[in-house]
C-alpha cells in the first residue's frame, strides 16, 4: 500500500550543486504535482503533469525541470541550487476518473541548500 | 483576488469545545472542494470530501455553499490529538488544485 513514495526525505546541497527529487506513484493516477512549502507558508505549485509525457508549470517554476516518461514517475530536477530553494518538496498524485478526487501526497523531502 | 482564502488563526481552544473554521473561493465554477490536515513539517493528508449536501465523519462536519462561494468545517467535542493546521482545498477544472495557506488549530488541556 505504498501510494506516493519521494525519495530521498532530506538532503543537504551546496549551492550551485544539482539534484534529482525522485516521486513515484503506484496508483495509477494520471495527474502528478510538484509543490515546495517554506516555512510557516502555504503550498505553492512548481510544475504538475496531466499524464505520460505533457507537463505544465505552476506558479514558480523558476529554477526546477521536471519529466514525466511514465504514468508512475515524476521526477523533478534542480539545476544549480541556489539558497531560496530551500524548503519542503512534496509530491501528489490525483486520479481522472470522475469527480471529487482528492489529491494524495508523499510525505516530502526536506531540502537545504548552503 | 486569491483563489481561496482562510482566516490563519491561531484558534486554539480547550478540550471539549465546539470550533469553526470557513474558507471562500473566488472561482463559481470550481468543481470539488476539500478539507486537509497537516501536522508540523509533514506532509498534508485528506480529512475529508465536501459534499453539496454537507457531509459528516464522526466529530467532523462539512458544508458547501455555492451561492456565497465558501465551505465550512466544525469540529465537536475538540481533542489534543486535533492540534494541526487546516487546509481548505478547491479543485477547478479538473487537474487544478488551489490550497488555502491554512487555518491554525491549538486544542488546549
Known amino acids: 500500500n505504498a501510494g506516493v513514495t519521494q525519495t530521498p526525505k532530506f538532503r543537504i546541497l551546496k549551492i550551485g550543486q544539482s539534484m534529482t527529487l525522485q516521486c513515484t506513484q503506484d496508483m495509477n493516477h494520471n495527474y502528478m504535482y510538484w509543490y515546495r512549502q517554506d516555512p510557516g507558508m502555504g503550498l505553492k505549485l512548481i510544475y504538475y503533469s496531466v499524464g505520460a509525457g505533457i507537463t505544465d508549470k505552476g506558479e514558480v517554476p523558476n529554477g526546477y525541470n521536471v519529466s514525466r516518461s511514465t504514468t508512475e514517475d515524476f521526477p523533478l530536477r534542480l539545476e544549480l541550487a541556489a539558497p531560496s530553494q530551500t524548503s519542503v518538496y512534496f509530491c501528489?498524485?490525483?486520479?481522472?476518473?470522475?469527480?471529487?478526487?482528492?489529491?494524495?501526497f508523499g510525505d516530502g523531502t526536506r531540502l537545504s541548500i548552503l | 483576488r486569491k483563489e481561496v482564502e482562510q482566516d490563519p488563526g491561531p484558534f486554539n481552544v480547550p478540550e471539549g469545545a465546539t470550533v469553526a473554521f470557513n474558507c471562500t473561493y473566488s472561482?463559481?465554477?470550481?468543481?470539488?472542494f476539500f478539507w486537509y490536515r497537516q501536522d508540523c513539517r509533514k506532509e498534508p493528508k485528506l480529512l475529508m470530501s465536501v459534499y453539496s449536501s454537507g457531509n459528516e465523519d464522526g466529530r467532523f462536519t462539512a458544508q458547501l455553499n455555492r451561492a456565497s462561494q465558501y465551505i465550512s468545517l466544525l469540529i465537536r467535542d475538540s481533542k489534543l490529538s486535533d492540534s494541526a493546521t487546516y487546509l481548505c482545498v478547491v479543485n477547478s477544472f479538473g487537474n487544478q488544485f488551489y490550497f488555502g495557506t491554512g487555518t491554525s488549530l491549538t486544542v488546549i488541556p
Open positions: 472561482n463559481s465554477a470550481s468543481q470539488s
Open positions: 501528489a498524485s490525483s486520479s481522472i476518473q470522475g469527480g471529487n478526487q482528492p489529491q494524495h
